[in-house]
Structures are given as C-alpha cells and as structure tokens.
T-cell receptor
Framework: DTGVSQDPRHKITKRGQNVTFRCDPISEHNRLYWYRQTLGQGPEFLTYFQNEAQLEKSRLLSDRFSAERPKGSFSTLEIQRTEQGDSAMYLC???????????FGPGTRLTVL | AQSVTQLDSHVSVSEGTPVLLRCNYSSSYSPSLFWYVQHPNKGLQLLLKYTSAATLVKGINGFEAEFKKSETSFHLTKPSAHMSDAAEYFCVVSGASGTYKYIFGTGTRLKVLA
C-alpha cells in the first residue's frame, strides 16, 4: 500500500506529557497538511508544508504545537505539555503542488487523561 | 475568505430511496469542491470532486453532485441508498490561492433505515 500512513494510530497520555506523531506521505507528493478533528466536528486546518518549508500555520496551532518536515519527506507533529482539550483525531494529508486533491491518512487518535 | 455550510447535521432515509445531502459554499476564489465520506473508525475517503470542469460530477458508489454557481451550492445525491452508505459526509471547499488548504463543513450523518 503506497497511501499516506500515520503512526501511532492511537495515543493515550497524561496531561502535561509531550507527544509526537509521525506522518509518511505518498512518496512523490511535495505538499503535506495537518488537520485536527474533534468529536462531532469537521477537520480543521493546522499547518502545511511544501517540501521542507512550513508555509502556513493556523491560529489553532498554539505555541505548544510544533511541526517539522526536515527532509521534505515524512513529517512530525509534537504537542508539548498536553491538555485535555488536545484530545482529538490528528489527520495528515498529502498532495502534489498545484493540485487541489489531498489524500488522507488514517489519523492518530489522541486521548489526554 | 472561504467557508462551507452543510445544511443538515443528520439525514435519515430508507434503504432504496434517494439521498440528498446539502452543501452551500462561499469563496472569493474559483473554488474546488469535494465530498468525503468517513465511516466509523476509518479514514476520509474521497467520493467526488469538482475542479472547474463539468458541473455535474459523478463519483464512486453511485454518488453525484452538481456545482451551481448561481446558488453557491454543491449538493450530493444518490438515487438509491444502501445500508453501507450509513456514515458521516463532509463537504469541502479549497482553492485559496497557493495554499489549497481544505475548509471542511461540520458534517452530515447519514442514517439508512432497513
């Protein structure tokens, strides 16, 4: 399968701990997006990369959140000092630059106790 | 600015009857529009997309949608519902210059009754 993959699929952590998620996009895709989906809501845009450059960040992305894509391939999303309000599904998607269609991974479900 | 409104949070239909899920959009740009389906504990699956070609778009599993610029609508239809269609459906607008980030609606949960 050469789709978008995310790891881990589920993460349970205690409030105040740091967590890191990984996303592996489709190999030839140079754009990578992160979204967050809370229960009963549609996904909301967090940030996106073109190659290794982070080109836009949502105001939803507080200072506790950081995302990287160091070699323009996989990406990581780190949340420091997690809060219960961070509990959500974190979705990653990738696309070709200039093309509107994004391909989504299965998501990482975060539960903060 | 771009936005999308899904007019119904829940829709119930009987198996074999038509499905209509409504979506209105707002966009300062020429938009791309999508419908995605999300089954429980599954990822988002693309049903169909409109990217400024034909206004009537056919997708997978018998779904189709019509882009109506004058009404700023992109409603999703299917002639005959199947039990397996029960899921959450999201209307998405994209096309903000350069970014192509997705703006999702709040979703419509489709229930199919036997």
């Amino acid at each position: 399968d050469t789709g978008v993959s995310q790891d881990p699929r589920h993460k349970i952590t205690k409030r105040g701990q740091n967590v890191t998620f990984r996303c592996d996009p489709i190999s030839e895709h140079n754009r990578l997006y992160w979204y967050r989906q809370t229960l009963g809501q549609g996904p909301e845009f967090l940030t996106y990369f073109q190659n290794e450059a982070q080109l836009e960040k949502s105001r939803l992305l507080s200072d506790r959140f950081s995302a990287e894509r160091p070699k323009g391939s996989f990406s990581t999303l780190e949340i420091q000092r997690t809060e219960q309000g961070d509990s959500a599904m974190y979705l990653c998607a990738s696309s070709l630059a200039g093309g509107p269609e994004q391909f989504f991974g299965p998501g990482t479900r975060l539960t903060v106790l | 600015a771009q936005s999308v409104t899904q007019l119904d949070s829940h829709v119930s239909v009987s198996e074999g009857t038509p499905v209509l899920l409504r979506c209105n959009y707002s966009s300062s740009y020429s938009p791309s529009l999508f419908w995605y389906v999300q089954h429980p504990n599954k990822g988002l699956q693309l049903l169909l997309k409109y990217t400024s070609a034909a206004t009537l778009v056919k997708g997978i599993n018998g779904f189709e949608a019509e882009f109506k610029k004058s009404e700023t609508s992109f409603h999703l239809t299917k002639p005959s519902a199947h039990m397996s269609d029960a899921a959450e459906y999201f209307c998405v607008v994209s096309g903000a210059s350069g970014t192509y980030k997705y703006i999702f609606g709040t979703g419509t949960r489709l229930k199919v009754l036997a």
